[in-house]
Protein backbone atom coordinates (compact mmCIF):
# COMPACT_ATOMS: atom_id res chain seq x y z
CA UNK A 1 0.00 0.00 0.00
CA UNK A 2 1.14 3.07 -1.39
CA UNK A 3 2.34 5.72 2.15
CA UNK A 4 0.61 8.55 2.22
CA UNK A 5 2.58 12.41 2.01
CA UNK A 6 2.77 13.04 5.75
CA UNK A 7 3.80 9.23 6.35
CA UNK A 8 6.81 9.41 3.54
CA UNK A 9 7.69 12.81 5.40
CA UNK A 10 8.03 10.89 8.78
CA UNK A 11 10.01 8.37 7.23
CA UNK A 12 12.12 11.20 6.52
CA UNK A 13 12.15 12.65 9.43
CA UNK A 14 12.97 9.55 11.63
CA UNK A 15 14.99 7.89 9.19
CA UNK A 16 17.79 11.05 8.83
CA UNK A 17 21.09 10.48 10.15
CA UNK A 18 23.92 12.64 11.17
CA UNK A 19 26.69 10.59 10.06
CA UNK A 20 24.86 10.18 6.63
CA UNK A 21 24.31 14.61 6.05
CA UNK A 22 26.46 15.76 3.65
CA UNK A 23 28.96 18.73 4.74
CA UNK A 24 27.18 21.39 3.17
CA UNK A 25 23.75 20.83 5.34
CA UNK A 26 25.46 20.33 8.69
CA UNK A 27 27.63 23.53 7.75
CA UNK A 28 24.38 25.38 6.60
CA UNK A 29 22.21 23.89 9.45
CA UNK A 30 24.92 25.31 12.27
CA UNK A 31 24.69 28.60 9.89
CA UNK A 32 21.13 29.06 9.94
CA UNK A 33 21.63 28.72 14.35
CA UNK A 34 24.19 31.12 14.27
CA UNK A 35 22.73 33.84 12.39
CA UNK A 36 19.08 33.34 14.36
CA UNK A 37 20.61 34.03 17.82
CA UNK A 38 21.89 36.60 16.73
CA UNK A 39 18.84 37.83 15.00
CA UNK A 40 17.59 37.66 18.54
CA UNK A 41 20.28 39.00 20.68
CA UNK A 42 19.67 42.30 18.37
CA UNK A 43 16.03 42.65 19.00
CA UNK A 44 15.58 42.06 22.75
CA UNK A 45 15.09 46.10 23.19
CA UNK A 46 12.60 46.41 20.42
CA UNK A 47 9.22 46.59 21.06
CA UNK A 48 8.12 43.32 18.86
CA UNK A 49 10.96 41.40 20.64
CA UNK A 50 9.65 42.88 24.01
CA UNK A 51 6.30 41.98 23.71
CA UNK A 52 7.57 38.42 22.55
CA UNK A 53 9.43 37.90 25.81
CA UNK A 54 6.55 39.23 27.68
CA UNK A 55 4.11 36.74 26.07
CA UNK A 56 6.76 33.82 26.63
CA UNK A 57 7.08 34.74 30.21
CA UNK A 58 3.00 34.55 30.37
CA UNK A 59 2.56 31.05 29.06
CA UNK A 60 5.90 30.04 29.80
CA UNK A 61 6.10 30.22 33.41
CA UNK A 62 9.15 30.16 35.52
CA UNK A 63 11.82 27.88 36.84
CA UNK A 64 11.30 25.70 33.21
CA UNK A 65 14.24 24.55 31.75
CA UNK A 66 14.38 26.83 27.47
CA UNK A 67 16.16 29.98 27.34
CA UNK A 68 14.31 32.91 26.17
CA UNK A 69 17.45 34.74 24.33
CA UNK A 70 19.28 37.59 25.37
CA UNK A 71 17.58 36.86 28.50
CA UNK A 72 19.11 34.14 30.67
CA UNK A 73 15.10 33.18 31.76
CA UNK A 74 14.02 29.65 31.63
CA UNK A 75 10.94 28.97 31.20
CA UNK A 76 8.81 25.74 29.61
CA UNK A 77 9.33 25.11 25.73
CA UNK A 78 5.99 26.54 24.77
CA UNK A 79 7.34 30.37 26.36
CA UNK A 80 10.92 30.11 24.84
CA UNK A 81 9.66 28.90 21.73
CA UNK A 82 6.99 31.75 21.09
CA UNK A 83 9.56 34.04 22.39
CA UNK A 84 12.75 32.91 20.45
CA UNK A 85 10.34 33.12 17.23
CA UNK A 86 9.37 36.84 17.74
CA UNK A 87 13.04 37.89 18.27
CA UNK A 88 14.26 36.30 15.44
CA UNK A 89 12.54 37.31 13.44
CA UNK A 90 11.90 40.93 14.54
CA UNK A 91 14.55 42.87 13.11
CA UNK A 92 13.83 40.96 9.54
CA UNK A 93 17.30 40.03 9.32
CA UNK A 94 16.49 36.35 9.55
CA UNK A 95 17.83 33.92 6.74
CA UNK A 96 15.68 33.59 3.58
CA UNK A 97 14.56 29.91 2.26
CA UNK A 98 12.04 29.87 -0.48
CA UNK A 99 9.01 29.70 0.47
CA UNK A 100 10.01 32.65 2.33
CA UNK A 101 11.18 32.85 5.48
CA UNK A 102 11.52 29.82 6.89
CA UNK A 103 13.99 29.38 10.26
CA UNK A 104 11.81 32.10 12.96
CA UNK A 105 9.21 29.07 12.48
CA UNK A 106 11.31 25.83 12.35
CA UNK A 107 13.98 27.08 14.59
CA UNK A 108 12.93 28.18 17.95
CA UNK A 109 10.70 24.97 18.45
CA UNK A 110 13.83 23.08 18.29
CA UNK A 111 16.24 25.14 20.48
CA UNK A 112 13.75 24.98 23.30
CA UNK A 113 13.14 21.20 23.01
CA UNK A 114 16.49 20.45 22.20
CA UNK A 115 17.50 22.19 25.26
CA UNK A 116 14.73 20.70 27.40
CA UNK A 117 15.86 16.89 26.28
CA UNK A 118 19.15 17.49 26.68
CA UNK A 119 19.95 17.19 23.03
CA UNK A 120 23.50 17.18 21.26
CA UNK A 121 24.98 19.30 19.12
CA UNK A 122 24.53 16.56 16.11
CA UNK A 123 20.74 16.08 17.19
CA UNK A 124 20.46 19.37 16.90
CA UNK A 125 21.93 20.05 13.23
CA UNK A 126 19.93 16.89 12.04
CA UNK A 127 16.76 18.64 13.43
CA UNK A 128 17.35 21.93 12.15
CA UNK A 129 18.43 20.12 8.42
CA UNK A 130 15.44 18.09 8.22
CA UNK A 131 12.81 21.39 9.15
CA UNK A 132 14.67 23.30 6.65
CA UNK A 133 14.52 20.52 4.20
CA UNK A 134 10.68 19.45 4.40
CA UNK A 135 10.19 23.32 4.66
CA UNK A 136 11.77 23.95 1.46
CA UNK A 137 9.98 20.99 -0.23
CA UNK A 138 6.77 21.66 0.48
CA UNK A 139 7.11 25.71 -0.25
CA UNK A 140 8.49 24.33 -3.76
CA UNK A 141 5.11 22.00 -3.91
CA UNK A 142 2.84 25.39 -3.75
CA UNK A 143 2.38 28.92 -4.60
CA UNK A 144 5.59 31.26 -4.56
CA UNK A 145 4.95 35.21 -3.94
CA UNK A 146 7.29 35.48 -7.17
CA UNK A 147 5.56 33.40 -10.00
CA UNK A 148 4.84 34.45 -13.11
CA UNK A 149 3.48 33.00 -16.37
CA UNK A 150 2.95 34.94 -19.62
CA UNK A 151 5.80 37.31 -19.25
CA UNK A 152 3.94 38.66 -15.92
CA UNK A 153 4.31 38.44 -12.06
CA UNK A 154 1.24 37.26 -10.54
CA UNK A 155 0.93 37.04 -7.14
CA UNK A 156 -1.31 35.06 -5.64
CA UNK A 157 -3.92 35.48 -4.08
CA UNK A 158 -3.25 33.48 -0.47
CA UNK A 159 0.00 33.23 0.11
CA UNK A 160 1.78 32.94 3.16
CA UNK A 161 4.42 30.73 5.35
CA UNK A 162 2.00 28.44 6.91
CA UNK A 163 3.41 25.36 5.61
CA UNK A 164 6.28 25.61 8.02
CA UNK A 165 4.00 23.94 10.12
CA UNK A 166 5.37 20.34 8.88
CA UNK A 167 9.13 20.89 9.42
CA UNK A 168 8.72 23.05 12.52
CA UNK A 169 6.77 20.20 14.11
CA UNK A 170 9.10 17.02 12.73
CA UNK A 171 11.92 18.79 14.63
CA UNK A 172 10.12 18.96 17.56
CA UNK A 173 9.65 15.10 16.63
CA UNK A 174 12.76 14.21 15.62
CA UNK A 175 14.30 15.68 18.93
CA UNK A 176 12.24 14.00 20.91
CA UNK A 177 12.54 10.81 19.85
CA UNK A 178 8.96 9.77 17.84
CA UNK A 179 8.90 6.64 15.96
CA UNK A 180 7.24 6.84 12.37
CA UNK A 181 4.26 6.20 13.30
CA UNK A 182 3.96 8.73 16.07
CA UNK A 183 5.42 11.64 13.58
CA UNK A 184 2.82 10.64 10.75
CA UNK A 185 -0.03 11.34 13.49
CA UNK A 186 1.71 14.26 14.83
CA UNK A 187 2.50 15.79 11.76
CA UNK A 188 -1.06 15.11 10.21
CA UNK A 189 -2.35 17.01 13.22
CA UNK A 190 0.14 19.86 12.00
CA UNK A 191 -1.56 20.27 8.79
CA UNK A 192 -5.31 20.72 9.94
CA UNK A 193 -4.21 23.07 12.82
CA UNK A 194 -1.51 25.58 10.76
CA UNK A 195 -2.74 28.89 10.82
CA UNK A 196 -4.24 31.01 7.76
CA UNK A 197 -1.96 32.08 5.14
CA UNK A 198 -3.10 35.87 5.79
CA UNK A 199 0.11 37.57 4.38
CA UNK A 200 -2.07 39.29 1.34
CA UNK A 201 -3.85 40.81 3.20
CA UNK A 202 -0.96 41.95 5.37
CA UNK A 203 0.83 43.29 2.32
CA UNK A 204 -2.25 45.04 1.03
CA UNK A 205 -3.30 47.07 4.16
CA UNK A 206 -0.39 49.72 4.88
CA UNK A 207 1.11 50.95 7.13
CA UNK A 208 0.83 46.90 8.12
CA UNK A 209 -0.23 45.14 10.74
CA UNK A 210 3.34 44.22 13.30
CA UNK A 211 2.56 40.85 13.38
CA UNK A 212 4.48 40.80 9.51
CA UNK A 213 3.34 37.83 7.31
CA UNK A 214 2.71 35.22 9.85
CA UNK A 215 3.29 35.75 13.54
CA UNK A 216 6.22 33.64 14.39
CA UNK A 217 5.49 32.97 17.73
CA UNK A 218 2.38 31.49 17.37
CA UNK A 219 3.29 28.60 14.78
CA UNK A 220 5.75 27.39 16.72
CA UNK A 221 3.29 26.84 19.40
CA UNK A 222 1.02 25.59 16.71
CA UNK A 223 3.89 22.69 16.14
CA UNK A 224 4.63 22.16 19.69
CA UNK A 225 0.88 21.36 20.02
CA UNK A 226 0.91 18.85 17.06
CA UNK A 227 3.99 17.40 18.27
CA UNK A 228 2.70 16.63 21.50
CA UNK A 229 -0.85 15.53 20.63
CA UNK A 230 0.87 12.86 18.43
CA UNK A 231 3.07 11.68 21.33
CA UNK A 232 0.29 11.64 23.84
CA UNK A 233 -2.13 9.70 21.12
CA UNK A 234 -4.20 12.08 19.01
CA UNK A 235 -4.69 10.80 15.68
CA UNK A 236 -3.57 12.95 12.77
CA UNK A 237 -5.40 13.59 9.52
CA UNK A 238 -2.60 11.20 7.55
CA UNK A 239 -4.12 12.09 4.30
CA UNK A 240 -4.26 16.14 5.00
CA UNK A 241 -1.45 16.52 2.04
CA UNK A 242 -2.91 14.51 -0.53
CA UNK A 243 -6.47 15.37 -0.81
CA UNK A 244 -6.15 17.85 -3.32
CA UNK A 245 -9.99 18.50 -3.10
CA UNK A 246 -10.69 19.23 0.74
CA UNK A 247 -7.41 19.00 2.33
CA UNK A 248 -4.32 20.88 3.13
CA UNK A 249 -3.34 22.32 -0.64
CA UNK A 250 -7.42 23.96 -0.83
CA UNK A 251 -8.17 24.93 2.72
CA UNK A 252 -4.58 26.87 3.16
CA UNK A 253 -5.30 28.41 -0.72
CA UNK A 254 -2.64 27.29 -3.07
CA UNK A 255 -3.39 27.49 -6.50
CA UNK A 256 -0.60 25.33 -7.66
CA UNK A 257 0.14 21.39 -5.87
CA UNK A 258 2.85 19.81 -6.97
CA UNK A 259 3.69 16.95 -4.69
CA UNK A 260 6.91 15.21 -6.68
CA UNK A 261 8.69 18.56 -5.51
CA UNK A 262 8.58 17.08 -1.99
CA UNK A 263 8.92 12.96 -2.69
CA UNK A 264 11.50 13.39 -5.45
CA UNK A 265 14.54 12.04 -3.69
CA UNK A 266 13.71 12.67 -0.42
CA UNK A 267 16.36 11.49 2.26
CA UNK A 268 18.41 11.12 -0.70
CA UNK A 269 19.68 14.34 -1.87
CA UNK A 270 19.26 17.59 0.15
CA UNK A 271 18.08 21.11 -1.38
CA UNK A 272 17.83 23.52 0.81
CA UNK A 273 21.45 24.52 1.15
CA UNK A 274 21.76 24.98 -2.88
CA UNK A 275 18.59 28.69 -2.08
CA UNK A 276 19.27 29.10 1.50
CA UNK A 277 20.05 32.80 1.75
CA UNK A 278 21.43 35.22 4.64
CA UNK A 279 20.26 38.79 5.12
CA UNK A 280 23.57 41.58 5.77
CA UNK A 281 20.55 44.39 5.90
CA UNK A 282 17.43 44.59 8.30
CA UNK A 283 15.21 45.20 5.78
CA UNK A 284 13.06 42.91 3.63
CA UNK A 285 14.70 41.37 0.86
CA UNK A 286 13.40 42.80 -2.29
CA UNK A 287 15.66 46.49 -1.06
CA UNK A 288 19.05 44.13 -0.45
CA UNK A 289 20.63 44.43 -4.19
CA UNK A 290 19.48 47.95 -4.62
CA UNK A 291 21.23 48.67 -1.27
CA UNK A 292 24.43 46.64 -1.91
CA UNK A 293 24.55 49.17 -5.78
CA UNK A 294 23.62 51.87 -3.28
CA UNK A 295 26.12 51.39 -0.68
CA UNK A 296 28.98 50.77 -2.96
CA UNK A 297 27.86 54.51 -4.91
CA UNK A 298 27.59 56.72 -1.90
CA UNK A 299 30.88 54.73 0.00
CA UNK A 300 32.92 54.81 -3.42
CA UNK A 301 32.40 58.34 -3.75
CA UNK A 302 31.59 59.94 -0.68
CA UNK A 303 28.49 60.91 -1.11
CA UNK A 304 26.62 62.53 1.98
CA UNK A 305 23.10 62.10 2.20
CA UNK A 306 22.48 66.32 1.89
CA UNK A 307 24.14 66.05 -1.21
CA UNK A 308 21.46 63.98 -2.92
CA UNK A 309 19.31 65.48 -5.46
CA UNK A 310 17.51 62.26 -6.00
CA UNK A 311 17.37 58.30 -6.00
CA UNK A 312 15.32 56.09 -8.58
CA UNK A 313 15.39 52.57 -8.19
CA UNK A 314 14.04 49.91 -10.56
CA UNK A 315 12.58 47.04 -8.68
CA UNK A 316 11.25 43.77 -8.52
CA UNK A 317 7.50 43.35 -10.12
CA UNK A 318 5.82 41.95 -7.18
CA UNK A 319 6.89 44.83 -4.90
CA UNK A 320 4.19 47.87 -6.50
CA UNK A 321 2.33 46.90 -3.34
CA UNK A 322 0.85 48.64 -0.34
CA UNK A 323 3.76 47.23 1.90
CA UNK A 324 6.52 48.11 -0.05
CA UNK A 325 5.29 51.45 -1.62
CA UNK A 326 4.02 52.52 1.35
CA UNK A 327 6.11 56.10 2.95
CA UNK A 328 3.61 56.29 6.09
CA UNK A 329 6.82 55.49 8.38
CA UNK A 330 4.64 55.26 11.92
CA UNK A 331 7.55 52.69 13.79
CA UNK A 332 10.68 51.69 12.56
CA UNK A 333 8.57 48.25 11.99
CA UNK A 334 7.03 49.88 8.73
CA UNK A 335 10.63 51.22 7.58
CA UNK A 336 12.12 47.70 7.44
CA UNK A 337 9.95 47.13 4.21
CA UNK A 338 9.32 50.97 2.49
CA UNK A 339 11.40 50.98 -0.72
CA UNK A 340 11.43 54.87 -0.36
CA UNK A 341 12.36 54.79 3.34
CA UNK A 342 15.27 51.94 3.60
CA UNK A 343 16.94 53.47 0.34
CA UNK A 344 16.73 56.54 1.99
CA UNK A 345 18.18 55.18 5.63
CA UNK A 346 20.71 53.17 3.25
CA UNK A 347 22.26 56.30 2.18
CA UNK A 348 23.18 57.66 5.48
CA UNK A 349 25.86 54.98 5.63
CA UNK A 350 24.91 53.16 8.99
CA UNK A 351 26.11 49.68 9.62
CA UNK A 352 23.37 47.24 8.71
CA UNK A 353 22.43 46.35 12.25
CA UNK A 354 20.11 46.93 14.78
CA UNK A 355 21.21 50.22 14.63
CA UNK A 356 18.94 50.87 11.71
CA UNK A 357 15.88 50.13 14.36
CA UNK A 358 17.23 53.36 16.32
CA UNK A 359 14.26 55.76 16.39
CA UNK A 360 16.55 58.46 16.07
CA UNK A 361 17.62 56.82 12.62
CA UNK A 362 14.08 55.61 11.35
CA UNK A 363 12.39 59.21 12.20
CA UNK A 364 15.44 61.56 12.01
CA UNK A 365 14.78 64.74 9.46
CA UNK A 366 17.55 63.53 7.18
CA UNK A 367 16.03 60.28 6.03
CA UNK A 368 12.55 61.24 6.19
CA UNK A 369 13.40 64.12 4.09
CA UNK A 370 15.53 62.06 1.86
CA UNK A 371 12.55 60.09 1.23
CA UNK A 372 10.52 62.16 -0.64
CA UNK A 373 13.58 62.38 -3.23
CA UNK A 374 13.25 58.09 -3.86
CA UNK A 375 10.94 57.27 -7.09
CA UNK A 376 11.04 53.31 -8.30
CA UNK A 377 9.17 52.12 -11.68
CA UNK A 378 9.31 47.93 -12.58
CA UNK A 379 12.68 46.59 -13.56
CA UNK A 380 11.91 46.20 -17.63
CA UNK A 381 13.83 43.01 -17.41
CA UNK A 382 12.98 41.64 -14.02
CA UNK A 383 10.95 38.20 -15.39
CA UNK A 384 13.49 37.74 -18.04
CA UNK A 385 16.16 37.95 -15.40
CA UNK A 386 14.23 36.27 -12.71
CA UNK A 387 13.96 33.29 -14.55
CA UNK A 388 17.56 32.08 -15.26
CA UNK A 389 18.60 31.67 -11.78
CA UNK A 390 16.77 31.40 -8.79
CA UNK A 391 18.80 33.83 -6.55
CA UNK A 392 18.38 36.70 -9.56
CA UNK A 393 17.00 39.55 -7.83
CA UNK A 394 17.48 42.09 -10.09
CA UNK A 395 17.93 45.65 -9.67
CA UNK A 396 19.36 48.89 -10.92
CA UNK A 397 19.66 52.66 -9.22
CA UNK A 398 20.85 56.32 -9.94
CA UNK A 399 21.72 58.41 -7.65
CA UNK A 400 21.48 61.59 -8.60
CA UNK A 401 24.42 64.23 -6.49
CA UNK A 402 26.72 66.81 -7.21
CA UNK A 403 25.71 67.59 -10.88
CA UNK A 404 25.59 64.14 -11.65
CA UNK A 405 24.17 60.75 -12.21
CA UNK A 406 25.85 57.89 -10.25
CA UNK A 407 24.70 54.10 -11.77
CA UNK A 408 24.40 50.89 -9.99
CA UNK A 409 23.40 47.98 -11.48
CA UNK A 410 23.13 44.00 -9.68
CA UNK A 411 21.40 40.63 -10.85
CA UNK A 412 22.38 38.91 -6.95
CA UNK A 413 22.23 40.38 -3.99
CA UNK A 414 24.38 39.73 -1.21
CA UNK A 415 23.45 36.92 1.15
CA UNK A 416 22.69 34.07 -2.00
CA UNK A 417 24.62 31.92 -3.39
CA UNK A 418 24.75 32.66 -7.49
CA UNK A 419 26.58 31.77 -10.54
CA UNK A 420 28.84 35.34 -9.14
CA UNK A 421 31.32 35.23 -6.69
CA UNK A 422 31.52 36.71 -3.90
CA UNK A 423 27.80 36.84 -3.28
CA UNK A 424 27.71 34.11 -0.61
CA UNK A 425 28.10 35.58 2.86
CA UNK A 426 31.21 33.78 4.52
CA UNK A 427 31.47 32.58 8.03
CA UNK A 428 33.49 35.74 8.70
CA UNK A 429 30.89 37.83 7.81
CA UNK A 430 28.05 36.19 9.64
CA UNK A 431 30.44 36.49 13.03
CA UNK A 432 30.87 40.17 12.21
CA UNK A 433 26.99 40.77 11.90
CA UNK A 434 26.68 38.42 14.89
CA UNK A 435 29.10 41.33 16.72
CA UNK A 436 26.91 44.23 15.44
CA UNK A 437 23.65 42.67 16.73
CA UNK A 438 25.19 41.64 20.08
CA UNK A 439 26.93 44.66 20.93
CA UNK A 440 25.22 46.00 24.34
CA UNK A 441 23.92 42.91 25.09
CA UNK A 442 27.28 40.27 25.41
CA UNK A 443 30.48 40.77 26.50
CA UNK A 444 33.24 40.46 23.96
CA UNK A 445 34.61 37.28 25.95
CA UNK A 446 30.41 36.05 25.54
CA UNK A 447 30.44 36.66 22.13
CA UNK A 448 33.65 34.51 21.12
CA UNK A 449 32.49 31.36 23.16
CA UNK A 450 29.05 31.47 22.01
CA UNK A 451 29.95 32.01 18.41
CA UNK A 452 32.56 29.29 18.69
CA UNK A 453 30.62 26.51 20.37
CA UNK A 454 27.90 26.80 17.36
CA UNK A 455 30.30 26.90 14.66
CA UNK A 456 31.53 23.56 16.69
CA UNK A 457 28.10 22.50 17.29
CA UNK A 458 28.55 19.14 16.14
CA UNK A 459 31.30 18.48 18.93
CA UNK A 460 28.95 20.17 21.76
CA UNK A 461 27.58 17.17 24.12
CA UNK A 462 24.68 19.13 25.85
CA UNK A 463 23.06 21.38 23.59
CA UNK A 464 21.46 23.25 26.77
CA UNK A 465 25.51 24.43 27.36
CA UNK A 466 24.91 26.70 24.28
CA UNK A 467 21.52 28.62 24.80
CA UNK A 468 22.66 28.97 27.94
CA UNK A 469 25.71 31.73 26.50
CA UNK A 470 22.99 33.47 25.14
CA UNK A 471 21.99 35.15 28.71
CA UNK A 472 22.76 39.03 28.86
CA UNK A 473 25.75 39.57 29.84
CA UNK A 474 26.61 43.44 29.12
CA UNK A 475 24.59 46.63 28.60
Partial sequence: MTKTLVEQLADFTAGADYARLPADVVEESKRIVLDSIDCALGAIDEPKGRIGIQYGRMTGGTGGDATIIGTGERVNVFGAAFANGEL???????????????????????????????????????????????????????????????????????????????????????????????????????????PVNSFRSWSEHAPTSTIKYLMAGALTQAALTAAHMGELGHRGDLRVLDDREFGFPRFIGTRRWEPEAITDALGDEWRFPAEQSFKPYPHCRILHALL???????????????????????????????LW????????????????????????????????????????????????????????????????????????????????????????????????????????????????????????????????????LEDVEDFGSVMRLTARTDG
Fill in 292 to 322: DSLTEIVTDNDIKPAEIDGIKAWVEGFVMQP
Fill in 88 to 194: INTLDADAVLPPGHVTPYVLPGALAVGESTGASGKDLITAVAISHEMSYRIGKAMDYLRDFQDGKVTPPPVYGYSSTVFGATAAVGRLKGYDPGVLAHALGVAGSIA
Fill in 325 to 456: VNRVIERPHDGQFSIAHGLALGAHRVPPTKAWQDPALVFGDSVLGLMDKVEYETHPDYVKLLSGNAASRPAKIEVTARGRTFVGERRYPKGSKSPEPGTAMTNDELVAKFRGHAEGVLAEAAVDRLVDAVLH
